[in-house]
Structure formats: structure tokens, C-alpha cells
């Protein structure tokens, strides 16, 4: 008896902590959460906002390649994953709309 409750609660222990171990692997962060690279993209401190489409795409050409291809990579996720989560639909919207995407 006390061999089963030993072997159950490790087992239970590795459960709860293997799922505390996954969730701190991922942050939830995304490129676009980044407030110094997104801010180029909005007119205010809230990130409301979106600039013109010449602003947007002047701020998009000064990014690096890097940063426009982990920005980018996000966006075509949220789109692949459509849900009420997403957090940048209108700055997604945008970069496919003015072909920033492909720049």
C-alpha cells in the first residue's frame, strides 16, 4: 500500500510540475510586443492607433530584415489561428494590406 501511494504521488508531482516547467517556457510574448519596435506604427502611447499607410510602411522599411520577418511570421500565425486572442489584428491587416510583408 504505501509502494502505490509513493509511486502515485510521484507521479502526480511529476504531472503538476511538468505543466508548471511548460508554461514558463513560453512567455507570450511575440515580436509584436515589443513597444520600442511597435511604436514607430502608432500615432499614440496607447498603440490605438494606426498611422497612415505612407507612415506605416516608411516605419516597416526602417525595421531590419529580422524584425520584419519575426513580425511578419506572427502576423501570418494569428491569421493561421484566427481567434478573439489576437492581439494585432489591425497591424497585421496592415502590413498585408500595404505589401509590407513582401518588402
Do not use: E, L, M, R
Given at each position: 500500500m504505501n509502494y502505490k501511494m509513493i509511486c502515485l504521488g510521484a507521479m502526480a508531482l511529476s504531472m503538476v510540475s511538468g505543466v508548471s516547467l511548460a508554461a514558463g517556457a513560453d512567455t507570450g510574448t511575440s515580436a509584436l510586443d515589443d513597444?520600442?519596435?511597435m511604436e514607430p506604427?502608432?500615432?499614440d502611447s496607447s498603440m490605438k492607433t494606426l498611422r497612415?499607410?505612407?507612415e506605416f510602411t516608411k516605419a516597416w522599411k526602417a525595421l531590419t530584415d529580422e524584425d520584419r520577418m519575426a513580425m511578419?511570421?506572427?502576423c501570418d500565425e494569428e491569421a493561421a489561428n484566427?481567434?478573439?486572442a489576437n492581439t494585432h489584428p489591425e497591424f497585421c491587416s496592415s502590413?498585408?494590406?500595404n505589401g509590407a510583408?513582401?518588402?
Open positions: 513597444p520600442a519596435k506604427f502608432y500615432t497612415s499607410d505612407d511578419t511570421k506572427v484566427a481567434t478573439a502590413v498585408k494590406k510583408g513582401n518588402n
